[in-house]
């Protein structure tokens, strides 16, 4: 069963990280490419991306033309996509022990930073009638 | 389908042969995408057979007859249809599958291809995704793999390249010597291009885009070889050994960044070294000098310095001054700034920086914030370097470079006063 | 260049869309469906998912010894990403008109949308000679 797990953020992409030591965020990124490597080597891992920053995205809908309307105007209280992980395991409880790993990764000081990551399961069909 | 990976010597061999056969099956036909086709399928049957049944005496001729047939095969079962075609189709017939000897066109041929796939009217993605296709002899799989798209979408991308140069009805043979110089410029910038994507990758266990870097050396080499007075074909290959030397130094263990600055230089590929700076010493005396020598000469600068203290800024702010003089491309402008910052100081480079707030091909982009915040740095302006590496962060589409970039601003922010230490991601 | 396209909506959004026709939805359906063939003859496409809906979501959290705490408590106003596409295109705005197309997808009655998709780039591994 596949998985994603989402990581989210109220904040635009630099300031979270604002503060922090050097060695704070060089140990943040190792234990996330750890992470993806063990999830790698384990067969679970499907994909993991990480996006630009908020302050980077773009609203677009079609004009009416069909050419492309572009804006960046977002509301204040939304919360962006920072990255993810795709995962395929057998059981959701899985699932939440890797979004689990995912949260615990390390912030200033080492402490873990306990990140709620979304979890949803991902559709292999269309969307059903009445959910 | 699954593959095994092939013998070394058969995979090498094929390599090499494929675009000569090619050449071979286009000028036959006339028909580059139905070429293109056939000799991937007799690739394919070569790589089954050849490992089970030895091989052939004459590879080449093997590969050539099963192409040649795959296309007759393919030009039958089309013309069956079609009453009035039925006479072409005898005709093929009578064609005895010759065992197709090298000729001297065989060299051309593989240039001819190489201009084909590299012609302006493609897209730079389709160009290097034919390019090595046709003339790498690379397997769409492994296109695909290097490229982190599924092999479907670059089966498609390739398939619609090859129709592209149809529709374009772009003939195989060489340029016009009206058109030559912009052709050959076209093909070095998909070799450079494609040197670029083998620049550095992220560790990880099935990245092996490093091979696109070896790929873009090899066929820049054929270039080379077929061009031997052409002086920035020279000057191309050189950059690429020239900069490839320095590979195993400019990624760290955990696949971080590591800048020229800090690279641990016993790491350097000293042979490739040697190589570059003696093609560039034989190319340079010849006088047609462009851009892409002296990219060249400013990173032999660089590759023959023992320490990075003992860099000769002097000589690369020169070779900048003169490049800027035939370029028109503002990354040159940009690295000129920190030539100049290292000789005449930082706000001297700061200056230059300045001047490139109003162009709009770079303004935006994440490499002014970088130089700037390393300037600042320099000149001691903390505060403003740490903005400007967070910006340049804010900016790249490299996660490598976005995690040096927030390590470089987190290294400089920690030596400020604290405002607001609480942080989240 | 990876851009993701992301729809998104909220709970609200979802009611809605599960009161639509039958017929609509299918339109719709097939709208995402034929969509995504363009993309792949295209040569552009590179990943699509739909999510599961909003009521199957959890927030999940590092907890103590490695016991994840979970739970599916999210603010009315929240917007879950119904479904994205990943596409590997040469420009910004290349992304931005696929993503126009995509605004166009069928909604009730049949009538072309304009809903808003939301554009970011993917990060990727690589990193430029910079010349």
Not at chain 1, 20 to 45: C, F, P, T
Not at chain 3, 50 to 57: H, I, K, V, Y
Request: one cysteine or more; charged letters at 25%; hydrophobic letters at 45%.
């Amino acid at each position: 069963m596949k998985y994603i797990l989402m990581m989210n953020t109220m904040k635009a992409g630099c300031e979270g990280f604002s503060g922090w030591e050097k060695k704070d965020v060089q140990a943040h990124i190792a234990y996330m490419i750890g992470m993806a490597k063990d999830l790698g080597k384990s067969g679970e891992l499907v994909s993991a991306e990480g996006l630009t920053f908020p302050d980077q995205a773009k609203l677009v809908r079609a004009g009416k033309d069909g050419m492309p309307i572009t804006d960046g105007v977002f509301p204040e209280s939304k919360e962006f996509l920072a990255g993810y992980w795709v995962v395929d395991v057998a059981t959701p409880e899985r699932a939440y022990a890797i979004a689990a790993r995912g949260s615990a990764a390390p912030g200033p000081g080492g402490a873990p930073l306990n990140m709620p990551i979304e979890v949803r399961p991902l559709m292999s069909g269309p969307p059903p009638v009445n959910p | 389908m699954t593959t095994r990976p092939l013998e070394p010597a058969i995979e090498h061999l094929l390599r090499e042969l494929t675009p000569q056969v090619l050449g071979s099956v286009v000028r036959r036909f006339r028909d580059f995408a139905a070429a293109e086709d056939a000799v991937q399928e007799a690739s394919l049957a070569a790589a089954t057979q050849w490992p089970r049944d030895g091989l052939p005496e004459n590879p080449r001729a093997w590969l050539t007859q099963v192409a040649f047939r795959r296309v007759t095969d393919h030009i039958r079962s089309e013309s069956a249809r079609r009453r009035r075609e039925s006479e072409a189709a005898f005709e093929m017939e009578q064609v005895a599958p010759a065992a197709a000897a090298a000729s001297e066109s065989d060299e051309d041929d593989t240039l001819i291809l190489l201009f084909m796939c590299c012609h302006p009217a493609l897209t730079p993605a389709s160009a290097i995704a034919l390019t090595l296709r046709a003339v790498g002899g690379l397997t769409t799989a492994e296109i695909a793999h290097a490229f982190l798209v599924p092999e479907a979408t670059m089966a498609q991308r390739i398939s619609r390249a090859k129709q592209s140069i149809k529709d374009s009805d772009i003939p195989f043979q060489l340029p016009t010597s009206g058109e030559r110089s912009q052709r050959l410029r076209a093909v070095l910038h998909v070799l450079y291009l494609i040197f670029n994507e083998g620049y550095t990758s992220s560790a990880g266990p099935q990245l092996r885009r490093a091979d696109l870097s070896v790929e873009a050396v090899r066929l820049t080499r054929i270039v080379q070889q077929r061009q031997p007075n052409d002086t920035e074909v020279a000057g191309l290959l050189a950059l690429m050994l020239l900069t490839d030397a320095r590979r195993l130094a400019r990624t760290g263990e955990g696949g971080e960044l590591i800048p020229l600055a800090q690279q641990d230089r016993t790491l350097w590929d000293r042979q490739q070294i040697a190589e570059g700076v003696a093609l560039l010493s034989a190319t340079l005396p010849k006088g047609a000098v462009g851009p892409y020598q002296l990219q060249a000469a400013i990173a032999a600068v660089h590759d023959e310095a023992a320490t990075a203290e003992a860099t000769d800024w002097p000589q690369i702010l020169a070779l900048y001054n003169l490049l800027k003089g035939m370029s028109d491309n503002p990354m040159v402008a940009l690295n000129r700034a920190i030539a100049e910052a290292m000789v005449h100081g930082a706000t001297k480079g700061l200056e230059l920086l300045d001047a490139l707030k109003d162009d709009p091909r770079i303004a935006e982009h994440h490499r002014v914030d970088a130089v700037r915040a390393h300037l600042l740095e320099l000149a001691g302006d903390e505060n403003g370097a740490v903005k400007h590496y967070q910006a340049a962060a804010g900016k790249t589409g490299s996660l490598p470079e976005r995690n040096y970039l927030l390590a470089q601003a987190a290294r400089l922010s920690s030596k400020l006063p604290a405002t607001n230490r609480k942080g989240s991601v | 260049m990876k851009y993701i396209l992301m729809m998104n909506g909220t709970k609200a959004h979802f009611a809605e869309y599960a009161k639509w026709s039958k017929q609509d939805i299918e339109a719709n359906v097939a709208f995402m469906r034929g969509f995504s063939k363009q993309l792949k003859d295209e040569g552009v496409f590179v990943a699509t998912e739909g999510l599961g809906w909003p009521d199957q979501a959890k927030l999940v959290r590092a907890g103590k010894d490695n016991v994840p705490i979970t739970d599916g408590v999210f603010p009315e106003s929240k917007e879950f990403l119904a479904g994205y596409w990943i596409v590997d295109v040469e420009s910004p705005e290349q992304a931005y008109q696929i993503a126009a197309r995509a605004s166009g997808a069928p909604g009730p009655g049949g009538v072309r949308g304009n809903m808003p998709i939301e554009v970011r780039q993917v990060l990727s591994g690589h990193s430029d000679l910079g010349l």
